[in-house]
Structures are given as C-alpha cells and as structure tokens.
C-alpha cells in the first residue's frame, strides 16, 4: 500500500524555492503550516551528525481537520498531513505529501473517508503544480 503522493524533481532545482512554493500551493488550499521539522538542522545539533536537506511540513486545513475530529477526538493522532521536502543521494529534491485514503482506511470510519478522499485530491493537484513547475 502506497502511502504518498510524490515527485522527484531534477538535482538543478533551488531547494529553498521549491519549498517556498510547496507552502504557497498550501496555503491557496486553505493549508496552514502547524508544524516545521529542520530534520537537518535536529540531527547536527542533537547528533552531530551531518545529514542532507530534509523538512518535514506539518500542513493543516482546520475545516477539515475540525470535521474530522469532531467524527473521532482520536483522529488527531492522525493529523497534520505532512508533506516532506527533501534532498536525496543524488542530488535531485522529493516533494512527497501523505496520502490521506491510505492512512484513513486504516481506521474503518466511513464517515472519515469523503474528507480523506477530498484531502488526497488537494495534496495530488499540489505535487502535479510542483511537478509542473519544476521539471
């Protein structure tokens, strides 16, 4: 079972203007960043250790969000959508978001699956746009 919805971009892209864009695609979708992660920036502090660029977005729309914890308070384990910006071996950047129906159809609401199928749709248009954009 897949649970992203990615795309591997060229090494000649800037990565702090992918990024950006990501958070922009987000936020015309009524996405708020809740949560940043520098992985990077983490593993040299806390390990020292020397690792490429990794962020990791914690994105959340609250209308959604709202809908879905009123269903179940516990499907707050199960939010924000992350969406992870990194670098990899060879250089090129990965755009990958959650794929909201994969995680969701883990838990058997049905109510829960018409917002998560909603979600997937809004994450696949932000990965075609970034795609688009950079390749």
Known sequence: MEIDISVELSA?????TVESTVKELL???????????????VMKEKLNLE?????????????RA????D????MGLLLPCNVLVYETE?????VS???PTAIFNIIEIDELK???????????SIIDQVKSKFS
């Open 12 to 16: 000649r892209v800037d990565f702090d």
């Open 27 to 41: 936020a015309e979708q009524g996405f708020g960043i809740l949560t940043y992660i520098d992985v990077q920036d």
């Open 51 to 63: 690792k490429r660029k990794y962020k990791i977005l914690g994105a959340c729309n609250p209308p």
């Open 66 to 69: 709202n809908k879905v914890m």
């Open 71 to 74: 269903v179940n308070p516990l």
């Open 90 to 94: 060879n250089n090129t950047i990965v």
């Open 97 to 99: 978001a959650i794929k």
């Open 114 to 124: 018409p917002i998560a199928s909603e979600v997937e749709v809004i994450m696949q």
